[in-house]
C-alpha cells in the first residue's frame, strides 16, 4: 500500500464508514461502505463493473476478500433472501454477512472498500411488505449497507407500490437496487417499457435507485441454455433509463461466458454482478468450466475434483445426505447449512485450499473479465469527494408526481403489455 493511498484509507476510514457499521465495529480496520460508493466507483472508471459475490459460506467470503484485495478493487459481499433469510439454506445469513466480512477483513488486513448487499429481499404481497417494515431495520442494525428491494414477481404496478412502501425503512445513504422482470432465463424478459415505468414511478416518489435488475436471459444457478445474457437488450434498456442515472446490475453470472461478461461490462452500463453458484461449487472442489458452470457426468452427477474442495469422505458424506433428501443437482445448494459447521472443521490445508480456489476465480474476473482492477482507490476518492459516508443520489427528481398516485400508477400499468413468463421459484 503507497503512502499516499494509506494516508487517503485512513481519512476514509475515519468518515466513510456508516453509521450502522461505525457502532458494529467502533475499532474496526475494514472499510465497510454504502452500496453507492461501489457503484460511483465502477462509473468513475468505465466501461467495468464488479463482483457482488454471495457469500454462501464463510469460504467464499474469505477467498473473494482475499481475490480484491489482490486485484485493488472495490468489492460487494451480498446474501440473497432465500440463501439467508428468516427461512435460510445458508449459514452466512443477513444478520451475520457484516459481522463475517469484518473479521475476515481485519484478519487478512482487507483495505479496499466492500459494502454488504441483502440481495433479492423478496416481495410477494402485502404480508411480506408487512413483515418487511420490522424486518429491514434490523437488518441494517446487523450491518447490511444496501439492499435490494426485489418485488419483480409481482405484476407491474404491485412491484413499484411496494418499492415506495418499504423505501422510508431502507436508510438514505444506503445502496438501492430495484428490480424489473424476474431472473427466470429466457421467458419472461423485461422491456423497456416495464423498466421505465418503474424507474419513473420511483423518480416520481423522490427515489433514485444506484441499481436496476432485469431479466436480460440468464438464470440462477446451473446455466442450462445457451443463450445467457442478452447483451443488446440491456443496452436498450439502459439507454431508455440513461437520464435516470441508474445503473445496471447483472444477475445469473455463473455459466456465462467471459466474452459475455467482457460486453456486459463493456457496453452496457452494468456496475454489478452478482456470482453464487459457481463460487459455491469451487469451495467443494466441484469441477467447473471456465465460465464457472458445474460439470455433470453421463449420469447427471458433479464431478468431485480429488485435490481440490472438501475431502474425499466429506464430499461422500454431503452426497449421502442429499439423496436422502431427494435432492437433484439443482438443490446441492440446500447443503450449505447443514454442512457449514462440518467444512470448518476440516484441516486447515483443505480449508486453506477451499478458499484459495474462490481467490482465483473471482481475481481472474475482477482483472480480466470485469475490467474491476484499481477501483478501489476511486471508491476511497468518492468517499473523500462527499466529505463522509452519505454520497447522496446520482439523479434528480424528473417526473411530476401527482401523475404518480396510486390510482394513476395502477392506470398506467394496465396499459402495458409483457409476458411474465412462468410461475415458479427463480428467486437465487
Not at 112 to 132: F, L, N, Q, R, T
Not at 204 to 215: K, Q
Not at 316 to 337: E, F, P, R, S, T
Request: proline share 4%; charged share 20%; net charge neutral.
Amino acid at each position: 500500500m503507497s503512502a499516499s493511498y494509506a494516508d487517503d484509507f485512513a481519512r476514509a476510514l475515519q468518515v466513510g464508514r456508516p453509521p450502522n457499521i461505525r457502532k458494529l465495529f467502533p475499532n474496526s480496520r475494514g472499510l465497510i461502505v454504502s452500496g453507492k460508493v461501489i457503484d460511483r466507483a465502477l462509473l468513475a472508471k468505465g466501461k467495468a463493473m464488479t463482483i457482488a459475490a454471495n457469500g454462501r459460506n464463510h469460504f467464499v467470503i474469505r477467498g473473494a476478500l482475499a481475490a480484491a484485495q489482490r486485484a485493488n478493487a472495490a468489492v460487494i459481499l451480498e446474501i440473497a433472501k432465500s440463501e439467508g433469510g428468516a427461512s435460510a439454506y445458508c449459514a452466512p445469513n443477513y444478520w451475520n454477512l457484516a459481522r463475517q466480512a469484518d473479521a475476515v477483513m481485519n484478519e487478512l488486513g482487507i483495505t479496499v472498500p466492500v459494502a454488504i448487499h441483502a440481495d433479492h429481499y423478496g416481495i410477494k404481497g402485502p404480508a411480506d411488505v408487512e413483515s418487511a417494515k420490522l424486518e429491514i431495520p434490523s437488518m441494517f442494525e446487523a450491518g447490511i449497507t444496501s439492499i435490494a428491494i426485489d418485488a419483480s414477481h409481482l405484476p407491474d404496478d404491485e412491484n413499484l407500490l411496494a418499492s415506495i412502501a418499504l423505501n422510508p425503512y431502507v436508510p438514505r445513504w444506503a445502496g438501492l437496487e430495484t428490480e424489473s422482470g424476474e431472473i427466470k432465463g429466457k421467458e419472461g424478459l423485461s422491456t423497456k417499457e416495464e423498466a421505465l415505468f418503474l424507474i419513473q414511478g420511483l423518480n416520481a416518489h423522490g427515489i433514485f435507485p444506484d441499481w436496476i435488475a432485469l431479466n436480460n436471459g440468464t438464470a440462477h444457478g446451473i446455466q442450462t441454455a445457451d443463450q445467457g445474457i442478452q447483451v443488446e437488450l440491456t443496452a436498450r434498456i439502459h439507454k431508455t433509463l440513461e437520464k435516470y442515472q441508474v445503473s445496471g446490475a447483472q444477475h445469473g453470472t455463473s455459466g456465462n461466458t467471459s466474452e459475455r461478461l467482457r460486453r456486459i461490462a463493456q457496453e452496457t452500463r452494468t456496475t454489478k454482478a452478482n456470482v453464487a453458484t459457481a463460487l459455491q461449487m469451487l469451495t467443494w472442489g466441484v469441477k467447473v468450466n471456465e465460465y464457472g458452470n458445474a460439470e455433470l457426468d453421463a449420469d447427471g452427477q458433479f464431478i468431485k475434483l480429488a485435490e481440490a474442495g472438501v475431502t474425499g469422505a466429506m464430499w461422500q458424506a454431503m452426497q449421502g445426505y442429499a439423496v436422502k433428501q431427494g435432492w437433484k443437482a439443482g438443490d446441492y445448494k440446500k447443503l450449505n447449512l447443514p454442512f457449514e459447521n462440518k467444512l470448518l472443521g476440516l484441516p486447515a490445508s483443505v480449508r486453506m485450499r477451499m478458499a484459495a480456489a474462490v481467490e482465483e476465480f473471482v481475481y481472474d474476473l475482477l482483472v480480466n473479465v470485469f475490467n474491476a482492477a484499481d477501483t478501489a482507490p476511486l471508491a476511497i476518492a468518492a468517499v473523500l469527494k462527499a466529505g463522509g459516508y452519505d454520497l447522496g443520489p446520482k439523479a434528480s427528481r424528473i417526473e411530476d408526481p401527482a401523475q404518480w398516485t396510486p390510482e394513476k400508477i395502477k392506470e398506467k400499468a394496465a396499459q402495458l403489455t409483457s409476458d411474465k413468463g412462468p410461475q415458479g421459484n427463480f428467486e437465487d
